[in-house]
């Protein structure tokens, strides 16, 4: 089996801070995920990568930037914390190439919250 | 664009009655894959099942679904809720690339 690893856990930032989330996965999966999750809103896409150097923009990504350094890792970088901020951003992976069939796979998240 | 739409963002039931959530998308594509994806309280998000085929029920840890494309619906069902059914659930769509997902219904089983 496989872990997905989010850093950190709890995040604190000021607003127009810049702040930047990790993400480590040991799947060897080829793509990669950013999701917001917002209650009552659902998880929604901020990036994607299906491969190493690759970025694909999701519904959210305004006010996001991401990077995939290499396989394994998808950094997320929030360009300017806005007050009052508070969600949690979840990482997840998955095989490419599987027509559609995709199994995501989650970290356990890290929560923002601006002050 | 694709989308899916959960009514009910809370749902509350006794402990023994049956459980319906109910899960509608929206797709360009003839062949969509369709999740239903649980979160339990403070951990991450896990697949509970998928389907692909039209009018073809899937089973899963008691709980199933009915991918049907006529209605494009795919509603959560079990039998008889348990206390720790109690979880956030959500319907997911792939449009070959990515999933998206539903807003969620929050389901809690109480005694």
């Known amino acids: 089996g496989g872990i997905i690893t989010q850093t950190p856990k709890f995040l604190i930032g000021q607003e127009g801070q810049k702040l930047t989330l990790k993400c480590q996965q040991n799947f060897n999966h080829d793509t990669m995920y950013w999701y917001r999750q917002d209650s009552g809103k659902g998880l929604r896409l901020i990036y994607y990568s299906i491969t190493e150097n690759d970025l694909q923009k999701g519904d959210l990504s305004e006010g996001y930037d991401a990077s995939r350094e290499k396989k394994s890792s998808f950094s997320l970088t929030v360009t300017s914390a806005q007050k009052n901020e508070m969600a949690v951003f979840l990482c997840?992976?998955?095989?490419?190439?599987?027509?559609?069939?995709?199994?995501?796979?989650f970290g356990h998240g890290t929560k923002l919250s601006v002050l | 664009g694709d989308s899916v739409t959960q009514t009910e963002g809370l749902v509350t039931l006794t402990e023994g009655l049956p459980v319906m959530l109910n899960c509608t998308y929206q797709t360009i594509y003839s062949n969509p894959f369709l999740f239903w994806y649980v979160q339990h309280l403070n951990e991450s998000p896990r697949l509970l099942l998928k389907s692909f085929t039209d009018n073809k029920r899937t089973e899963h840890q008691g709980f199933h679904a009915t991918l049907h494309k006529s209605s494009s619906s795919f509603h959560l069902q079990k039998s008889s809720a348990q206390l720790s059914d109690s979880a956030l659930y959500y319907c997911?769509?792939?449009?070959?690339?990515?999933?998206?997902f539903g807003s969620g219904t929050k389901l809690t089983v109480e005694p």
């Open positions: 997840a992976s998955s095989i490419m190439g599987t027509g559609g069939n995709e199994r995501l796979f």
């Open positions: 997911a769509l792939s449009n070959y690339n990515v999933l998206y």
